[in-house]
């Protein structure tokens, strides 16, 4: 078991290091130019030189890969080519925010979605087993920020409930946090129920056919129990990937619900940073998003190793 | 016509307001162009005494986390917009594009307009206690000159020398002759900071408000400064300015109540905002306007005046205001001199879409192959709109079009300057002189369309030495009228800046330059009771 | 069993029905009783409703399957009528339920000891503490290894006839009245049957619990049930003592059931010309780790049928798979008449391919589910002989009627076709190819004992009429004895005896030939017994 | 009703999934005919923005004064046709390589299985917004990303498939029998794994769908003056505060179709599954 969790490690760390070339790679490829691109129609020769030279854009990329990842590695992402802000500075909070988001949304959305799904699983069938299904198909298939907008429009527009914009600063306390990322968190929340939800209840139901559930019922234990106590553990495999997947991707995908209710995530950032060609702040987002995604496929793959007592305690 | 008057008064003298005046304007038979003029101008005669105290909410388009307090640095409107509310400029701009007083109180220009003398306004401190000084004006004029990657450079590599002649006084040496350099100083990137100002993340200067918090692409606030000069402006305690780049999000804010001011409102839902009965919106004529150029060099295809002619007269202008602009816009005449502009030439006959003398002039050219223009949505939202448009009315004509979609990225580096036929955009200058000039002048680097006519030229630089008003603007009508006929370059609309507020609101008036008062609305707005 | 003293009635089963849904009735007029200390043996061949029948007395059916006539009355109570807890209650701890797989039947989340107080501490009427006390001392008394901690392991670290006597310590656990043993130790090996039955029957004799004793093995139920009631299609055959119904059947069916086992084995006439394949000192293992096959020889002549027996794991299968090409020799020889075969596949020709055929264990997964037999069949015959379309169906209707099958079947998919008919559609597939040795891997063992009888018959008739030569591999010495002229016996990977039948199965028998062939129930009351002490006797 | 039963394959159709296909169809149809049906062309201006519905335009006019009911149906092309090819694609690419790997065992399939674990490793819509920030948004870059993302997962299931099925007995003999790679798979594996195949193109295809949707609204998918649905969410967007219905137009056609497909994805998995219950 050691070895396979020291092999997805291992794996880890490899993946990790392909994105930083694929990032890297990516945004050096990307056309035109960073210099133009910040001066527009403003630009002229002088004062593009002199911007260039600035932004150390002259030298060969494969140094600067080198020089990147040593410096990377050492935690220094380097500064912003269009502002010179400390790169690490200028991520930090967006990270927080980022991370606060996605956090409120898993914190809510997680054991919902794992006790819906155990709640349909046991009363398959049932009418609140097929409601929950449409709902959630029907969330499933709405692109989220249509329900990011309709949320706007009722309980920000109509009822003046909560607030449309989502624009936290540093100093805003917990609270009001809370307040002012309501709709997003209502939104992501919408969106990751579903999936989760019904990987749950498929994972849970197709152990249900399994000879030991048969069992279980044989023994005279009651439903809930069996679903819950039988079945759960071992859906967990793909259910826990579900779930990191759905981490991953409030983490990652959030791109569209922050600009929705222009909440300062890293997802905006980067965006930013791209339409203006700042390479650095666009590797050090790309990183991050990268690092978090693979680093939560590991700790799945790792609890899902953790989780299956084949593996766990080998004969 | 009587009745509009007799309207107008009645709304000037506070008897009826003005959501009444419109309604009996338009019935009184004033079309919807009429009655956008009269708003405007209706608008700057409702007196009212702005009220001192509150918090401004904004909500602004046009911000990046690669924003910056260094004016130098300033490319949108958040940068601008929060940046005017901490820094004043030398000289200010008025509503109708007239050089005003603002840290310097007047100027002179020695005969022959190479050398200008400016004096400036005494009394005047920094955030930080420091007095402002000549020192302090030649070293924030000098920012932008030389090695700099200032956004002015350009205007300011005009200028030769600036030197000190008293604490309060100071001479600018030019290269050549320029009868209206003081509009060169009003560039939205010069403001005064204190001498010797690296770091500029205190935003020190001498505006009517301080920083209180910059977060980049996120959201700037700003606290009333105690010390401030000015008498005039800088109503409220403190504003707090979002980013909010989304167009939907900005008016969702605007409508729920979350902000008070929004710039950008699109001319497509302007309309809608307008039927709500809290929202007003704030519409500028200024000078941004949409371009293609036409690629004059010697074997290019529009070398062929002919060509041009039967694209000029091919191309709907009013379908592009009306369905691009909703409305909110007008026909452009192939000049870059907008209406609002003193120097404006009316007399040049306007270009419509003329479909036999365009297939006249196709035909004339004896130019029988396809050509094709090149769009991208990096240039302005709708470029690629109004290819299409265009596409559709010339294959009309018989000129057969292909609208090549560019990517965003690249679009400045790879296409603009480089393509025969490429829609893009530009800004307005402060005058129409530099306009000309940086987009037609012969040896202009950001000449498009590589216009290289020398008697334009010349025009341009008797232009720029006349100090006689009424002759200058006669030499500018003939340049003018003279581009147009060449063509030099298609110009079919100038779009409106159109802003929206909510009732609370007052003191929000348009600005011909651009949106949100020319950027000072910061200073300028009041918050009603 | 004649010691056991039954009690008061405990259940009564009377006119049991039970029906798909809307659809057909796969038990009809089922009655038995079961007394305090009883066991009955329900006996039957699949589809014989056995299993449902053990279910239902759990007021359990499959789903899509419902109990619609009959009475269910346990201890004087209507199972039919229970309430969804009074039915909890039942299940564990009034009958308690094993069923064939146990490796299945645990879940493999959970430690067996966890699972064995399951049901104990869910009325939480026992402590955590003395549930685990009578747990331990059932895994002793069902002689499982290290008693203490046995209960620590998961499922899977736990051989099969382990689990499945951990199995019956669950289902003892919470004492009930009666168990149901479903097919309990069909998925064992012979050797290892024997110990499991024992201590089965161990249980619950010292237990006193009643017991219903599901299988297809008229011989295992014989060591174990008073009485025995035959099923067939859903319906009571014969219902008696066990001693009755071994050596006094009244019924037709029961008597063949019964007479199967007692046929003798069959004589094949001595051949000396050169063997058609010949294996010499073949080594073989999967990725170089672990040798499967450790130095094989052995030849068949034409004519002959060889058996190679072993246990699951000794490597029998793999040594059809070394002769196949399928799995590289890694050293020795295997000479196919006379010259040597490639060890890889696809270094074989085409006519040494045809010439060596296949038959499978399962008919299900070996024929393509979306081929006709047409298709299936025919293949061989267009792919080895180039005939034309209208040749190969002639073939294919030819071969369709030497395996008694309707030559309507030609167009049918396999899914249409009962297991035995699936199974000769596998030999007809490989007789297409006109080979000189087929491989029969456990043909009979997915199949219920007479459709199984019949296969062998066939192959029989066929090998008399086309003088094809068999390897017969299999785990069961019954069939050995009745179809092989050569046996091989094989244990981890090594021929432990060999020759002609007769030579091996006779004195002086190899220790391991021996164990084998005693494990082998027979039908007689006191088989198990006899076996345990001579176990004993040679272990001691 | 009962005795009025659709029947699919041999199979019996739920209504679920009757419907379901019922709306496919009516969709595939509009996106076919579209030309056709639409009262008006997709890009030309017929009257002013935002003009309500009413007898000529059913559905109103949008943002630029286009009639929305003839977008919505132009739409349909794009939008299904885009993501149709986008899934064409991957499963062409993922189940030729997934085979491939699956069969030929060894080297190539280590190397197919770690390159793409390798990309599932990575965010699919970071690794999309690269690759098209790289080489821009036209159309064909957009719909060969989106197809190679997804093949990927393609990949995995064609390969497991094929891992499952080849280790089943049919497939031994007829390699035995000495039969081709190519009949091995055409003949023995690819008939008995079209199920679930045919089941996985109906859910790529609706992740497709809602991902074109999704990169339109940002921005980098289809572009104007096309219709496509989630570009027509994006452009009317703006007015849904203003109790306009436009935008749910446009994304209750991506809802039904999502919803539909899921449907007859439904069915299918189960009556595959019932047909492997049969077998065990």
Known sequence: MIRLVALRLVFGLVTMWAASVLIFGGTELLPGDLATAILQNSATPENLAELRAHLGLDRPPLVRYGEWLTRAAHGDLGTSLSNDRDVVEEIAPRLRNTVFLAGFAALIAVPLAIGLGLLAAIWQASV???????????????????????????????????????????????????????????????????????????????????????????????????????????????????????????????????????????????????????????????????????????????????????????? | MSEIEFLKNLHNAGRINRREFLGRAAAAGAGAAVLNTLVLGADAYAAETPRKGGLLRLGVGGGSTTDSLDPASWNDTVPTASGNAFYDPLIDVSPENKPLPGLAVSWEAKPGATEWVFNLRRGVTFHNGKTFSADDAIYSINMHRGKTKSGAAGSFSAITDVKKLSDTQIIITLKSADAEFPMVLTDYHCRMVPAGTTDFSKAIGTGCFTLESFDPGVRIKGRHFVNSWRTDRGFVDAFDMTVINDSSARMNALISGQVDIVNRVDPKIANLIKAKKNLELVQGRGGWHAVVSLMQDKGSMFENKDLRLAMKYGIDRTQVVKTLFGGFGTVGNDTPIPRSDPYYNPNIAQASFDADKAKFHLKKSGFAGGLTMQASEAAFNGAVDMATLMQASLTKVGLKIDVKKEPADGFWSNVWLKGACVTSYWAGRSTATQMLDVGYGPTAPWNESHYRNPKFGQLLDSARAELDEPKRKAILFEAQALMSDDVASLVPAFRDTVDAHNDKVGGHTPHALSDLDSSNITSKAWLKA | MSERIPGEVILDVAHLRIAVSEGPVLVDDISFTLRRGEVLGLIGESGAGKSTIGLAVLGYTRSGCEITGGNLMFEGQDIRTMTPAQRRALRGNGIAYISQSAAASFNPAHTLMRQVCEIPLRDGCTTAAEARARAISLFAELDLPDPEHFGNRYPHQVSGGQLQRAMAAMAMAAKPDIIVFDEPTTALDVTTQVEVLASFRKLIREHGTAAIYITHDLAVVAQIADDIMVLRHGRMVEHGRSTDILHNPQQDYTRRLVADRAEGHAQFPAQDETPLLEISHVVASYSGLVRVIDDVSFAVHRGDTLAVVGESGSGKSTLARVIMGLLPREAGDVKFHGASLPPRLKHRTVDQLRRVQMIYQSPDVALNPNQTLLQIIGRPVQFYFGRSRSEVRDRVLELLRLMELPESFIDRKPAALSGGQKQRVGIARALAAEPDLIICDEVTSALDQLVGEEILRLLKRLQDELGIAYLFITHDLGTVRRIANKVAVMLNGKFVAGGLTATVFAPPLHPYTELLLSSVPEMRADWLDEVLAHNRRIAS | MNSFQIRLGGHRLSWPAAIGLLIILVFIIAAIFAPLLAPFPEAEVVGDAWAEADGTHWLGLDNLGRDIFSRLLFGARMSIGLSLLITCISFTVGIITGFTAAIAKGWVDALLSRVVDLILAMPTLIFAFVVLSVLGTDLPVLVVTLALLDSVKVFRLARALAMNISALEYVEVARVRGEGLWWVITREILPNATAPLIAEFGLRFTFAFLFVAALSFLGLGVQPPSADWGSMVRDYRDVIALDLAAPLYPAGAIALLTIAINFVVDWMLSIHSRGHGEGA
């Open chain 1, 128 to 315: 609140f087993d097929r409601v929950i299904n449409f709902v959630t198909l029907l969330t499933i298939s709405v692109p989220e920020y249509l329900v990011g907008y309709l949320l706007v429009k009722y309980f920000a527009v109509r009822w003046d409930l909560f607030p449309a914009l989502a624009n936290v600063s540093p100093e805003t306390d917990l609270g009001g946090r809370i307040y002012l990322t309501a709709l997003p968190v209502v939104t992501l929340v919408l969106v990751v129920v579903a999936h989760m939800m019904r990987m749950t209840r498929a994972s849970v139901l197709s152990i249900m056919a399994s000879p030991y559930i048969e069992m279980a019922f044989l023994k005279g234990l009651s439903k809930p129990r069996v679903v819950v106590r039988h079945a759960f553990p071992n859906a967990l495999a793909p259910i826990i990937s579900v779930v990191a997947l759905n981490l991953a991707y409030l983490v990652v995908g959030v791109v569209v619900v922050e600009q929705v209710f222009v909440y300062p995530g890293l997802g905006q950032l980067m965006v930013d940073a791209v339409s203006k060609h700042d390479l650095p702040v666009v590797q050090a987002c790309g990183l991050i998003f990268a690092g978090a995604f693979i680093m939560l496929n590991m700790i799945a793959d790792i609890m899902a190793i953790l989780s299956n007592p084949r593996l766990r305690r080998p004969r």
